[in-house]
């Protein structure tokens, strides 16, 4: 659902050049363009139904907004074996947070504004499950065994305070073809680790950089042990 923007948040800040075009600023010129059927409009809800419960057992994948409090957002993939959105009630959901790269960007704007909306993906599906709540940061619970994956606790995890819940229709995914492997071309981009020699790494050495970015040695690194809390 919208949210209301302080007028900090909500100025606009387009670039020079950008400015004239015809731009929509207003609730009523969006309307223009059509308003959902009411079954639609309807169908967000507050708490979590043993359908929702399913699909969260069968998504490995979540993709996870978060904003800090003047308006900059962020959002991150977040992958584990199916079941990643870990259910303690109808309320409520548990992330589990792996080992990574410690930017922990979405995490600073959990820790000054709590709100997060997230997308979860089943492989294969075209429709996706969508949830937003409220987010809190915990070191431990008894739920932290019930994350165990190979032998490891999570890092961290994220208790989602749900607010509204509801599915979101296929026709992105299906105009993406997003699971047609017809329509895969992942050669046709420069290698993660070519693009980090262009742009983060460029001063480091090239067959280092290849080393570090072997898709082997990350598969290794995917559960690593647990480190120290503080």
Same mark, same amino acid.
Request: glycine share 6%; aromatic share 8%; proline share 10%.
């Given at each position: 659902?919208?949210?209301?923007?302080?007028?900090?948040?909500?100025?606009?800040?387009?670039?020079? +050049?950008?400015?004239?075009?015809? /731009?929509? /600023?207003?609730?009523?010129?969006?309307?223009? @363009?059509?308003?959902?059927?009411?079954?639609?409009?309807?169908?967000?809800?507050?708490?979590?139904?043993?359908?929702?419960?399913?699909?969260?057992?069968?998504? &490995?994948?979540?993709?996870?907004? /978060?904003?800090? &409090?003047?308006?900059?957002?962020?959002?991150? &993939?977040? +992958?584990?074996?199916? *079941?990643?959105?870990?259910?303690?009630? =109808?309320?409520?959901?548990?992330?589990? =947070?792996?080992?990574?790269?410690?930017?922990?960007?979405?995490?600073?704007?959990?820790?000054?504004?709590?709100?997060?909306?997230?997308? @979860?993906?089943?492989? *294969?599906?075209?429709?996706?499950?969508? #949830?937003?709540? #409220?987010?809190?940061?915990?070191?431990? *619970?008894? @739920?932290?065994?019930?994350?165990?994956?190979? +032998?490891?606790?999570?890092?961290?995890?994220?208790?989602?305070?749900? =607010?509204?819940?509801? %599915?979101?229709?296929?026709?992105?995914?299906?105009?993406?073809?997003?699971?047609?492997?017809?329509?895969?071309?992942?050669?046709?981009?420069?290698?993660?680790?070519?693009?980090?020699?262009?742009?983060?790494?460029? +001063?480091?050495?090239?067959?280092?950089?290849? =080393?570090? %970015?072997?898709?082997?040695? %990350?598969?290794?690194?995917?559960? &690593?042990?647990?480190?120290?809390?503080?």
């Amino acid at each position: 659902m919208a949210a209301t923007l302080s007028p900090d948040v909500s100025a606009p800040r387009f670039p020079d +050049g950008y400015r004239d075009l015809p /731009t929509v /600023t207003s609730t009523e010129q969006l309307e223009a @363009f059509g308003v959902p059927d009411p079954a639609v409009r309807d169908k967000v809800r507050d708490r979590l139904h043993p359908l929702d419960k399913d699909w969260l057992a069968a998504s &490995p994948l979540v993709f996870v907004g /978060t904003a800090s &409090p003047d308006g900059r957002c962020d959002v991150s &993939p977040k +992958g584990d074996p199916a *079941g990643i959105g870990h259910v303690l009630d =109808e309320h409520t959901l548990v992330l589990p =947070e792996r080992a990574g790269n410690k930017r922990m960007d979405g995490f600073h704007n959990i820790l000054a504004n709590p709100h997060v909306g997230l997308v @979860f993906v089943i492989p *294969g599906r075209q429709d996706t499950l969508r #949830v937003n709540g #409220v987010a809190q940061l915990v070191t431990d *619970g008894p @739920f932290f065994d019930d994350l165990v994956v190979k +032998g490891h606790r999570p890092l961290l995890a994220l208790v989602v305070h749900v =607010e509204e819940v509801f %599915y979101h229709c296929p026709k992105a995914l299906m105009r993406a073809k997003a699971w047609d492997p017809a329509s895969w071309h992942p050669e046709s981009v420069a290698r993660y680790a070519d693009v980090a020699k262009q742009l983060w790494r460029a +001063g480091d050495d090239p067959a280092a950089v290849d =080393e570090h %970015y072997r898709d082997e040695k %990350y598969a290794a690194e995917l559960y &690593p042990d647990l480190v120290s809390r503080p």
